[in-house]
């Protein structure tokens, strides 16, 4: 039997290397959301207090699945205005540790803060899953924006801090107040003029919530603001109501478009 040649076994072992490597593909990559502010840009100086923050987002889509379990690839966004730093631990929901700071959580492309104050000021937003923890790898854009100072004085808003609970006996008015789905159970409370408030606040839900009291639905006056709790927890809110007998108003401040209702003053 004739010996194969040793140059003619070589070609043909590169051959099949090539067949064989050709007929491999390579793994495919998930491809990682990522999200850019496109509006405004930074270094911008702005006109006005209503600051309009517009994002674009790449493999991630936005839903209204808030609360719900997570999913790759869906969730909403986190919109924060001088937060620093942004919480980013993936085992906890994105809240900042300030439970005064200022941010929202949407399922929109965009969001309008406003108030803003004059001088400079840092955006932020964050793409995060339905149950509001981080998207892993993180998902964050942020520019810093001048607002001048205004030609006109505009009064600046004032903090209104409840005074301890000395009403005398039989004073103290009991409330229980639910957080279920999105939304309170009742939408009017009323009580006597500076009764103190003792308010059971339940939240049945698995995302933040709180109660916190304003003068008016502008929420420029705060007259009391309930620390923000995730549930499903219990906690109890002690304040005295206004003493002027009026129409205020009470919200949730991380839900302050859809959780809101009248706190009336008798």
């Known amino acids: 039997m004739p010996r194969l040649n040793p140059i003619l076994f070589m070609l ?29 840009a930074n270094g911008a100086t702005l006109s006005s207090g209503a600051v ?25 966004v986190h919109y924060y205005l001088d937060v620093s730093p942004i919480p980013i631990d993936p085992t906890k929901p994105a809240l900042p540790a300030d439970i005064d700071a200022i941010w929202a959580h ?69 409330l229980s107040l639910v957080a279920k789905n999105n939304a309170f159970n009742i939408s009017t409370i009323t009580v006597p003029a500076g009764a103190a408030v003792v308010m059971t606040f339940d939240n049945q839900d698995r995302f933040p919530h709180n109660v916190a009291l304003y003068t008016d639905s502008t929420a420029r006056t705060t007259i009391y603001k309930g620390e923000i709790i995730t549930g499903p927890k219990v906690i109890t809110y002690t304040f005295n109501a206004p003493s002027q007998p009026g129409t205020y108003f009470f919200r949730c401040d991380v839900h302050p478009s859809t959780m809101t209702g009248s706190f009336v003053v008798t």
């Open 12 to 40: 043909i072992g590169v051959v099949l290397f090539l067949v064989i490597a050709g007929c491999t593909s390579p793994p495919v990559m998930p491809a990682v959301p990522k999200v850019t502010i496109m509006e405004p």
């Open 52 to 76: 309009v923050v517009t994002i674009q987002v790449q493999n991630f889509s936005i839903v209204d699945k808030e609360g719900q379990a997570s999913v790759p690839g869906e969730g909403h």
């Open 106 to 174: 949407v399922a929109a492309p965009s969001y309008t803060f406003t108030n803003v104050t004059p001088g400079m000021h840092t955006l932020s937003v964050q793409l995060v899953n339905n149950d509001h923890t981080p998207v892993i790898p993180l998902a964050t854009s942020m520019v810093s924006v001048v607002i001048p100072a205004p030609t006109i004085t505009i009064p600046t808003p004032t903090t209104i801090t409840p005074t301890p609970t000395t009403m005398p006996p039989g004073q103290t008015i009991p």
